[in-house]
């Protein structure tokens, strides 16, 4: 039974370029939240995505943005990337009222 | 403001004893509490849970006490062992939409 898998694992990109971050979640799961994880803190809550909808959306600016797809897989996108964007990028999927199963995370370093 | 905070970011334990981790939370609306372990280069993974109806609640070796009047929960780990050491997260909510992470507390179980 696979797990949640992200997408690419690490990358690297420049200031100001544009990134995006892929999710398949767990089998059975219809749900997709993401977290961004700082060096040395929590994870934080960007947004949650169910039915091809955002549903819930944490203190992040605009320029942070998602996707769900018809197979429940998402995508997070982030614009016009600050230094300060580097972390580590956890996907999570649940179904509906349960907890979380987290995937391994894309590691983020902006240059 | 962090409205989920665990004030130790280290703690070192003899195998075979206890580990006491600590959370607090200053939301009275949150009414379901987990803990997630993570391990280096991996996504954070479910431990335990506990609803706000609840007190206690044990799985195993690891039990979680909850103390609504204080707005504090603890993760007990009896007896420990060297692969208990990793870095531990409690997480609450108040509609398993959006869950609030602590900082970590990084375990380290010495043989």
């Known amino acids: 039974d696979a797990g949640v898998t992200q997408s690419p694992t690490h990358l690297i990109k420049t200031r100001g370029q544009q990134v995006t971050l892929r999710c398949s979640p767990k089998?059975?799961?219809?749900?997709v939240s993401w977290y961004q994880q700082a060096l040395g803190q929590g994870p934080q809550f960007i947004f949650q995505?169910?039915?091809?909808?955002?549903?819930q959306r944490g203190n992040f600016p605009d320029r942070f943005s998602g996707h769900q797809f018809p197979n429940y897989s998402s995508e997070l996108n982030v614009n016009a990337l600050l230094l300060g964007d580097s972390a580590l990028y956890l996907c999570?999927?649940?179904?509906?009222?349960?907890?979380?199963?987290f995937g391994s995370g894309t590691r983020l370093t902006v240059v | 403001d962090q409205q989920v905070k665990q004030n130790s970011p280290s703690l070192s334990v003899q195998e075979g004893r206890i580990s006491i981790l600590n959370c607090d939370y200053t939301?009275?609306?949150?009414?379901?509490f987990l803990w997630y372990k993570k391990y280096p280069a991996e996504g954070p993974t479910f431990l335990i849970s506990?609803?706000?109806?609840?007190d206690k609640n044990e799985d195993g070796r690891f039990t979680v006490f909850l103390n609504k009047s204080a707005k504090h929960l603890s993760l007990h780990i009896v007896p420990s062992q060297p692969g208990d050491s990793a870095v531990y997260f409690c997480?609450?909510?108040?509609?398993?939409?959006?869950?609030?992470f602590g900082s970590g507390t990084k375990l380290n179980v010495k043989p």
């Open positions: 999570a999927s649940s179904l509906t009222g349960s907890g979380y199963t």
């Open positions: 089998s059975g799961h219809d749900t």
């Open positions: 995505y169910y039915e091809e909808e955002e549903r």
């Open positions: 939301n009275s609306m949150f009414d379901y």
């Open positions: 506990i609803s706000s109806i609840k």
């Open positions: 997480a609450a909510t108040d509609n398993f939409n959006k869950f609030y």
